[in-house]
């Protein structure tokens, strides 16, 4: 399951189950990208490194100017 932790705390954002298929990867990516559309001060190679940094791999970027017809 990907989840975005907000600012507020408690507060998280569920953006799939699993992401097996295109459709799932698609949705997630969807999610991600409105939730990253939502900080205006978002610095996208920051972002774009939180997976890793994690030591995850989700299979989606993070990017508000993602074009999530593209993720396969």
Not at 4 to 10: D, N, Q, R
Not at 29 to 40: E, I, N, Q, R, V
Not at 49 to 70: A, F, H, M
């Amino acid at each position: 399951m990907v989840q975005l932790f907000m600012a507020k705390p408690g507060a998280a954002i569920s953006c799939g189950q699993s992401l097996q298929t295109t459709q799932d990867r698609q949705t997630a990516c969807g999610c991600l990208k409105t939730a990253a559309s939502h900080y205006t001060n978002l610095k996208p190679d920051a972002a774009s490194q939180l997976p890793t940094k994690c030591g995850v791999s989700i299979g989606v970027p993070i990017s508000p100017t993602v074009d999530c017809r593209e993720i396969h």
